[in-house]
């Protein structure tokens, strides 16, 4: 029975598809044959994500009207068939949106009682933010794109539909570190994956078909060295922006390591007074040890050497320290993009923030963080200290719900779902997006 209340809607995509077939647009013709797919996800925001689409494909009949007619009355031919015709099939693919307003369908799709909203909103904007990297940036930034042109709109659809469950999942508070741990290994994963695949022959899968070392320090040392490819830096303080300091929680492709090898140990220690200091330090050093390299005029391949030891003892950081005191040591008090992530965050208004009327500074929240945010002396302040990342894994361990997140006027529940909207939206991008 659902099938047949589907059917038009099935109909419309596969004639949308013929249509783009007829353009040679390969990839659109493979989206629009398997997004009939993604109805048997039984989530109350799919309906809605495909009457989106639905509307956007009337649209294009639309244009395609509209462009057929201007070039026959250009050449004097008849066009009120073809408007009928075109118009027809673009009522009829806008009014199959209107299937999904059956109650059945209504009951079938809400068993499963989870919020529309978030997923929703995490499905559009991850195509919003995919759509301008297809349209604008050449050469193609997508991998489907590079091997089939016009893949890259399929690719796109499969990151959405990834974003949509991700978020789905992290709406969970008790769940949250879990998925959070895992979605941020798989970006690692998929990111060094590539780099692999890349070293190997098939420059495809490298950014810009050159190597680059995947360092975080030399998203701000490498351009002060070169003197240009500033992309990196702009991206990170865009994203920083926007939502703080979860650069190092959510889509850094080495912090997923540190956070591994931090749960090594079940319980974290207290890191001394002077790590703060010490990662300025280091901030500090590293930029100056660029601009000296440039003014020395030094070998490209000398400066390298130096990038990978310093790599190298960020990953020593990593499997002794991290394990042995269940902090993040290496983006805690080594790695020179923390602070700069901590600084610039500051400029978003999200926080985590502490509620003196329930708190009753049992600590156990200390025990969730691994960067260090959370000692006794922040926890009496009721906030994190700076080296906070908006990770929300103390939300997860709190017995009283006493953390939550902030902005500006909103709620608390209202502020985190907005946060995880954004962060994982970013986070697909860049599944989809982030090379060497």
């Known amino acids: 029975m659902n099938f047949l209340i589907l059917l038009p809607v099935i109909i419309s995509s596969l004639i949308l ?13 493979l989206l629009c044959t398997t997004a009939p797919f993604m109805l048997l996800i039984r989530r109350a925001w799919v ?32 066009w009120l068939r073809m408007a009928i015709i075109l118009g027809a099939v673009a009522l009829f693919t806008a009014g199959s949106a209107l299937m999904f307003e059956n109650k ?55 990151l959405a539909l990834y974003a949509g ?14 998925w959070r741990l895992r979605i941020w290994a798989l970006f690692s994963v998929v990111f060094f994956g590539q780099l692999f695949i890349g070293l190997l022959g098939i420059d ?33 303080a865009a994203t920083v922006i926007l939502v703080g300091p979860a650069w190092c929680s959510h889509l850094c492709y080495i912090g997923a390591w540190d956070n591994i090898a931090s749960h090594g140990r079940n319980k974290p220690k207290k890191m001394p007074v002077w790590r703060q200091p010490v990662r300025i330090a280091i901030m500090i050093v590293v930029i100056a040890v660029a601009i000296v390299l440039r003014l020395a005029g030094v070998s490209v391949t000398f400066a390298s050497i130096l990038a990978v030891a310093f790599g190298l003892i960020g990953v020593g950081l990593m499997l002794v320290w991290s394990r042995k005191t269940g902090v993040m040591t290496h983006c805690t008090a080594y790695c020179p993009i923390g602070p700069m992530a901590n600084w610039l965050g500051k400029l978003s208004p999200f926080r985590i923030k502490i509620n003196d009327a329930t708190c009753t500074d049992c ?57 995880l909207v954004l962060v994982i939206s970013l986070h697909a991008a860049f599944l989809g997006v982030a090379r060497i």
């Not at 598809?17 to 013709?29: C, K, P």
């Not at 994500?49 to 050449?75: D, F, H, N, Y």
């Not at 604008?136 to 794109?145: D, G, N, Q, Y």
Request: positive net charge; glycine residues 6%.
């Open 47 to 78: 309906p809605r994500a495909m009457q989106i689409l639905l509307l956007l494909g009337a649209a294009v009949w639309i244009s395609t009207l509209t462009t057929i007619a201007k070039m026959r009355l250009m050449i004097g031919e008849s």
């Open 17 to 29: 598809g013929a249509h783009f077939f007829r353009a040679a647009d390969y990839g659109l013709v």
């Open 104 to 158: 059945r369908l209504h009951q079938w799709y809400r068993q499963i009682a989870l919020p529309i909203i978030p997923s929703l909103s995490a499905f559009f904007l991850t195509i919003v933010i995919l759509s301008i990297v297809q349209i604008v940036v050449h050469p193609p930034m997508l991998l489907f794109e590079r091997f089939i042109p016009g893949a890259g709109w399929f690719e796109i659809f499969l």
């Open 165 to 178: 469950w991700v978020t789905e999942k992290m709406l969970d508070i008790k769940e949250s570190p879990r």
């Open 363 to 419: 600590g156990i929240c200390h025990t969730a963080c691994r960067y260090d945010a959370l000692n006794m002396v922040d926890i009496k302040n009721r906030r994190p200290n700076i080296a906070c990342t908006l990770c929300g894994d103390c939300l997860a361990s709190c017995r009283d719900n006493s953390l939550e997140y902030h902005f500006l006027g909103l709620k608390g529940i209202s502020a985190r779902t907005l946060f």
């Open 204 to 236: 495809k899968f490298l950014m810009t078909g050159k190597l680059h070392f995947p360092i975080p320090a030399l998203i701000a040392a490498g351009p002060i060295f070169r003197g240009d490819g500033f992309f990196m830096p702009i991206l990170f």
